[in-house]
């Protein structure tokens, strides 16, 4: 009989289910906080990478328009030889150079209202016009 008492008073040790409750939640409330601050800083490192790829493809369209004489009628020239260009040393970009960060295509005219050329990043959304992220930055400012 004294055995069947001893193993009845030990109590083993663990958690609750209410303990192991509180401790989920806790690490939700954690995880929301740590995923909402990185978001955020991807998307401006993506917005400055966006600036910098900008400025690297206007460079491209100018040494297009070095050896051509005059900045392509649009920036799949930039890849592919166009038919009547003399002149060209190409290929002065690749196919991913003409997609933003956010994968949107940067937004070009020839002729240029700023320029002899416009080439623009339209930001996060990828249309015209926005603030923050969304907003627009041209080669030309």
Not at 113 to 134: C, R, T, V, W
């Amino acid at each position: 009989m004294s055995r069947f008492n001893a193993a009845q008073g030990r109590r083993q040790g663990g958690f609750t289910l209410l303990e192991m409750l509180a401790v989920i939640v806790l690490l939700g409330i954690v995880a929301t906080i740590v995923v909402r601050q990185v978001g955020g800083n991807v998307d401006k490192g993506k917005y400055g990478a966006g600036k910098a790829q900008l400025a690297s493809l206007g460079m491209k369209v100018e040494s297009y328009g070095l050896d051509v004489g005059t900045p392509p009628a649009n920036l799949q020239q930039l890849v592919t030889k166009p038919a009547n260009a003399t002149g060209w040393a190409g290929p002065y970009a690749k196919p991913s150079d003409l997609k933003d960060p956010f994968g949107h295509a940067f937004g070009y005219r020839y002729p240029g209202e700023h320029g002899s050329f416009d080439l623009i990043f339209f930001g996060q959304d990828g249309q015209p016009g926005g603030d923050g992220y969304k907003a627009d930055i041209g080669n030309w400012e």
